[in-house]
Every structure is written in C-alpha cells, then in structure tokens.
C-alpha cells in the first residue's frame, strides 16, 4: 500500500514539493545559505529525475566548503547531475 501511496502523491506533485524541500535542507546542510539552495532546489527538481535527486542528499552533513561540494557531486558519477547542480549554483548565486 506505501509504494502506490508514494506513486499517487508523486503524480499528483507532491512528490515534487516534499524532494523540494528534501533537496534544499540536503544543500543548507551541507552549507549552503537558504535562499540559494532555495533557488537551486526549484531548478534541479525541474530538471533531475527522482532517483538523481534521491542521489544529491548526499550532500546533507556537516557544512561544506565549495569544493568539498564539488567533490561529493563527482562521487556521484552522474555528469547530468554534476552539471545541473553545478548551472543551479552558478544561477542562484548570482542572484
């Protein structure tokens, strides 16, 4: 009954806001401020499938430097994760 619960509220767009909010505490916890990794979730939840956001909460631990970020994106071996992440960081940064 939990697998087809977790399908319906995927499809429905929950799914979509609860990996939100999972992707963007992953990235406050790893050391990002909160109105970038606000900005960042909302891009790769846009552009990265569930199981390369499922990937990224990797990154939830102890504060990070930039590169220490960078490097724990390269251990996930998976270049559209990297780049996505990488584009979103650039963009909200900027911001």
Request: aromatic share 2%; charged share 20%.
């Amino acid at each position: 009954m939990l697998p087809a619960l977790v399908l319906v509220l995927t499809l429905s767009g929950c799914g979509e806001s609860i990996a939100r909010g999972r992707i963007e505490r992953a990235l406050t916890g790893a050391g990002m401020p909160v109105p970038v990794a606000s900005c960042m979730a909302g891009r790769m939840v846009d552009q990265l499938t569930m199981a390369q956001l499922r990937k990224l909460e990797a990154l939830k631990g102890v504060n990070r430097s930039p590169l220490e970020i960078a490097a724990a994106l390269q251990k996930i071996d998976d270049p559209q994760v990297m780049q996505v992440t990488l584009t979103a960081a650039g963009v909200c940064w900027l911001r």
